[in-house]
């Protein structure tokens, strides 16, 4: 327990900053009651927490466990009861932040990369934390040109995070910045085509990533992360309503739900990508896309953030079961008959 | 196209209460690109939405298409960027509402009924809105000890609310409120066990309901909707995280994917459960779950809401497939290895 602490334990960890009777206490927890009592009934019996005149609180090694792992508690917003504020800290990365994402290589078409606004990235750093997913977990992340990486490890409170990403440019600014910051990054180039390295398989707590969206792309990003997980480990990952028709959705649902995979939240239009609607190789690169074909009038180019994408967390129950195999997919890759943002003639 | 709006046509309607252009406009639809465009390019076509330097705008038709409908903008929260504030006119309809939620029966354990919070309910209205389901649409419910029909009735926008329920004392309520009110809502009793009367056979656009959370029960509250509905229509449904654990949400998420649905939204900790803490009833019936078992401790009873579930959104990709037949399920239908907040003697 020490080295490591499952998910409801920190749920409750975070929730105990002030004392708490049980109701308040199981009110937000998202186990299920049956292991969240396993839980609670192990750490009073550990000492973790404390149990009196109907309150529970955190011992002294229960506080000192909070303050080792960096638990605080998520706050959200009092004006509408429901969503995410940015924690203080986290707040507190954004310029260091700002600084490293403008040392990044040129967007390369090539691989479908699209920024994503920096803000947004710390966005999902604090989902994370909110789910309970953060703290020193053990990250894979499969393509990071939005830099994800360094905002989680900018924390302070991952234990480490492993990037695989196709484009070298990105892997060598990850790995020089997590050197000269003395982050605990590791980044290597990997097309996700090729299978998974062995060392790799079941060795990590969370997956995160932004995949193509070609239905065939989607779901060898996916299966990948699964081969790296744990058990009953937990993927996040984004996906479009542009690119991604509800029965493309069905389908990657089907192969997620086949691999024991269950989805706990799915947040709309959470992440925005960020382009500079000045330079003309972005409103080239916009009548090269499918996107205009579509329409019978001319869609122009954009003058602010548009694109978007989703954000949802699946929990694996027990083990997926993905082979992880090198499967070469070439074009499918990035294109299917429902992807129409890919400047395709790139592939 | 007059009577009966798709999802995707609500949403530029309400979209362009002011003119957008091309890239305001896509960036928060939610049906894929390529129907989107189809939608766009036809309201176009019909008149109904003007372009002019690279702005779409409602025409005249559009304008009173829009008002027709009762389609107005959603609201969501400034301070945090996404979660939803209630509209005026959901709010102006809380007094009227509340009113009449007092005119309820005592709640029944012998049916697993529980009251929502009116607010909650009115949240739950509000985020139906928000996803262009709520607009001249048919509902049914199974289930409605919360009232939702009633509060969808009054905001004056649903074309009809058909509820079916088991207890006979709600189901005279909701009918004598709806006649007395003018609402157009027709309820009556129901057992979930009973095959689907066949005039409700692929009928309505949306289905709503808080189904017992037993797997079996479950299942068979969610396949009644799912028969009920049109091609494409959309399911709401909530979900505890006390009395269901991953394992039972895989299995419940496989049975839909089986049944083409698609999870679009999952709104966490959306609803709260109201009780009357003083009365001794309600701290007679904690005593006589299964919920103190689990715990070393004696966990007391409730003094604030705590009881909770998630509103989850599936879109129907096509037809769902279920059988529509009787099914005895006994006890079944309320209790299984997971249900632990039931009063399981009534049963």
Same mark, same amino acid.
């Given at each position: 327990m020490v080295d490591k602490l499952s998910n409801s334990i920190r749920y409750v960890l975070r929730a105990l900053d002030i004392p708490k009777n049980f109701y308040e206490l199981v009110s937000l927890q998202d186990v299920g009651i049956k292991e969240f009592a396993k839980c609670l009934n192990f750490l009073i019996e550990e000492g973790v927490v404390c149990y009196n005149k109907k309150l529970f609180s955190l011992t002294e090694k229960g506080v000192e466990l909070r303050k080792k792992f960096g638990i605080e508690s998520a706050l959200h917003c009092?004006?509408?009861?429901k969503s995410l504020l940015l924690d203080k800290r986290i707040k507190n990365i954004f310029d260091k932040f700002v600084e490293i994402t403008k040392k990044r290589p040129l967007i390369s078409h090539d691989f479908w990369q699209e920024y994503m606004l920096p803000i947004d990235v710390l966005y999902r750093v604090e989902f994370i934390r909110s789910k309970n997913d953060l703290e020193n977990n053990k990250f894979i992340i499969i393509g990071d040109d939005d830099l994800l990486s360094i905002a989680l490890a900018l924390t302070g409170l991952v234990k480490h995070v492993t990037v695989l990403e196709i484009d070298k440019n990105i892997v060598d600014l990850i790995n020089f910045v997590a050197e000269k910051e003395n982050l605990p990054i590791t980044a290597m180039v990997y097309n996700? =085509?090729?299978?998974?390295? =062995?060392?790799?398989?079941? @060795?990590?707590?969370v997956f995160v990533t932004d995949p193509v969206e070609a239905q065939e792309g989607l779901k060898l990003f996916l299966s990948r992360g699964l081969c790296a997980l744990k058990e009953n480990g937990v993927m996040y990952f984004g996906i479009t309503s542009l690119d991604t028709s509800h029965k493309k959705k069905l389908n990657v649902q089907k192969f997620l739900s086949k691999n024991n995979c269950v989805f706990t939240d799915i947040i709309k239009n959470f992440s925005f990508y960020g382009e500079d609607f000045q330079s003309s190789s972005v409103k080239e690169s916009y009548s090269r896309t @499918? &996107?205009? =074909? &579509?329409?019978?009038f001319d869609i122009g180019s954009?003058? @602010?953030?548009w694109y978007n994408s989703h954000f949802i967390r699946v929990q694996v129950v027990g083990k997926a079961d993905c082979a992880n195999k090198e499967i070469l997919l070439g074009k499918r890759l990035y294109v299917d008959s429902d992807v129409v943002t890919f400047v395709e003639e790139h592939v």
């Amino acid at each position: 327990m020490v080295d490591k602490l499952s998910n409801s334990i920190r749920y409750v960890l975070r929730a105990l900053d002030i004392p708490k009777n049980f109701y308040e206490l199981v009110s937000l927890q998202d186990v299920g009651i049956k292991e969240f009592a396993k839980c609670l009934n192990f750490l009073i019996e550990e000492g973790v927490v404390c149990y009196n005149k109907k309150l529970f609180s955190l011992t002294e090694k229960g506080v000192e466990l909070r303050k080792k792992f960096g638990i605080e508690s998520a706050l959200h917003c009092t004006s509408c009861r429901k969503s995410l504020l940015l924690d203080k800290r986290i707040k507190n990365i954004f310029d260091k932040f700002v600084e490293i994402t403008k040392k990044r290589p040129l967007i390369s078409h090539d691989f479908w990369q699209e920024y994503m606004l920096p803000i947004d990235v710390l966005y999902r750093v604090e989902f994370i934390r909110s789910k309970n997913d953060l703290e020193n977990n053990k990250f894979i992340i499969i393509g990071d040109d939005d830099l994800l990486s360094i905002a989680l490890a900018l924390t302070g409170l991952v234990k480490h995070v492993t990037v695989l990403e196709i484009d070298k440019n990105i892997v060598d600014l990850i790995n020089f910045v997590a050197e000269k910051e003395n982050l605990p990054i590791t980044a290597m180039v990997y097309n996700v =085509e090729q299978a998974l390295p =062995e060392k790799f398989i079941g @060795k990590f707590d969370v997956f995160v990533t932004d995949p193509v969206e070609a239905q065939e792309g989607l779901k060898l990003f996916l299966s990948r992360g699964l081969c790296a997980l744990k058990e009953n480990g937990v993927m996040y990952f984004g996906i479009t309503s542009l690119d991604t028709s509800h029965k493309k959705k069905l389908n990657v649902q089907k192969f997620l739900s086949k691999n024991n995979c269950v989805f706990t939240d799915i947040i709309k239009n959470f992440s925005f990508y960020g382009e500079d609607f000045q330079s003309s190789s972005v409103k080239e690169s916009y009548s090269r896309t @499918k &996107l205009q =074909e &579509l329409f019978s009038f001319d869609i122009g180019s954009p003058d @602010k953030d548009w694109y978007n994408s989703h954000f949802i967390r699946v929990q694996v129950v027990g083990k997926a079961d993905c082979a992880n195999k090198e499967i070469l997919l070439g074009k499918r890759l990035y294109v299917d008959s429902d992807v129409v943002t890919f400047v395709e003639e790139h592939v």
